[in-house]
């Protein structure tokens, strides 16, 4: 790799949900390594819902052609993203997707799984600050909690590996590997949970 100088500062948030949007990890493994240079990579593996659809089946509201119609797409959707390495309907409005990439994020400016319009997870470097944010924007405590009353929550877990100098995080365990680097693990089991923040600067 060619490594670069920079002043890095990274902000990890890891979405509950997809504000203004219909994507739901239900249950995950997530993991990020990141170093000081702007190098990643992204791995996400797990089950989502698509929440229109589940709450049409839910309360049958959707006919089963319209529902046929919304597998259709949401097949058309998700697969349309060239990191999108597994995809598996389920039922219900739930589905399986394993996701992975890596780069260079001083070249490519945004990281986003699953996309931009439907962000669970995101890496941002942000050239006129030297900065690298991960970040998304966390549901609300009501509407959380309607999910949860609809059937729908969250469990899992992410982690984040990297050899930067960490100056803030809230991870529920840190554990130091081999050659330097440093795992802090974020053990996820609702919605209501705060969410996931690191931040790394040189």
Request: include cysteine; charge should be positive; glycine fraction near 8%.
């Amino acid at each position: 790799m060619n490594f670069r100088p920079l002043k890095v500062i990274a902000t990890v948030v890891l979405l509950s949900v997809i504000a203004g949007g219909c994507y739901l990890p239900v249950r995950f493994d997530a993991e990020i390594e990141l170093d000081p240079h702007g190098y990643y990579s992204m791995i996400f593996d797990g089950y989502m819902a698509d929440v229109v659809l589940y709450d049409g089946i839910k309360t049958k509201k959707m006919s089963p052609t319209d529902q046929k119609s919304r597998i259709e797409g949401l097949e058309k959707d998700i697969n349309r993203d060239s990191n999108v390495k597994e995809y598996k309907y389920i039922k219900e409005g739930f589905f399986k997707v394993h996701w992975e990439r890596k780069g260079d994020l001083l070249k490519s400016k945004t990281v986003t799984f699953l996309r931009r319009n439907a962000r669970i997870i995101s890496l941002k470097y942000i050239r006129t600050t030297g900065q690298i944010v991960m970040e998304g924007i966390a549901i609300g405590k009501t509407k959380a909690e309607q999910l949860i009353e609809n059937g729908l929550n969250i469990q899992g877990e992410l982690r984040l590996i990297t050899d930067a100098q960490v100056t803030v995080h809230n991870a529920t365990d840190v554990k130091k590997r081999d050659g330097g680097k440093t795992m802090y693990t974020w053990k996820i089991n609702s919605l209501l949970n705060q969410v996931p923040r690191l931040a790394i600067k040189l």
